[in-house]
């Protein structure tokens, strides 16, 4: 599975953003997917995942209720909606796919939120 982040970018506090990850493969709709991010000199941190039916999503404390997590299995895609952002969601978000482990990464894209 390869796994092509996009949509960052450099955003106000309070503004929205929707980052894609696009994979390959056609066992798309078998994987869990999830977002992850990691702030300068911090390390990486989950931030939500997404069941392959996406009946089940989990956030971090973090981002619960400001953050949507979606997939569209007939796009091989998955999404993560950001809204009411602040300096503290400042990181480079990756995009992981796997069955009992993320064994597979996207290349990252990067958030900035000025305050």
């Known amino acids: 599975v390869q796994l092509q982040a996009s949509g960052g970018g450099l955003v106000q506090a309070g503004g929205s953003l929707r980052l894609s990850c696009a994979a390959s493969?056609?066992?798309?709709?078998?994987?869990?997917m999830a977002w992850f991010r990691q702030a300068p000199g911090k390390e990486r941190e989950f931030v939500a995942r997404?069941?392959?039916?996406?009946?089940?999503?989990v956030y971090t404390d973090a981002v619960t209720g400001r953050f949507i997590i979606s997939r569209d299995n007939a796009k091989n895609t998955v999404y993560l909606q950001m809204n009411s952002l602040t300096p503290e969601d400042t990181a480079v978000y990756y995009c992981?796919?796997?069955?009992?482990?993320?064994?597979?990464w996207g290349q990252g894209t990067e958030v900035t939120v000025s305050s």
């Open positions: 493969g056609r066992t798309f709709s078998s994987y869990v």
């Open positions: 992981a796919a796997g069955l009992n482990s993320f064994n597979y």
């Open positions: 997404i069941t392959g039916s996406s009946a089940t999503t």
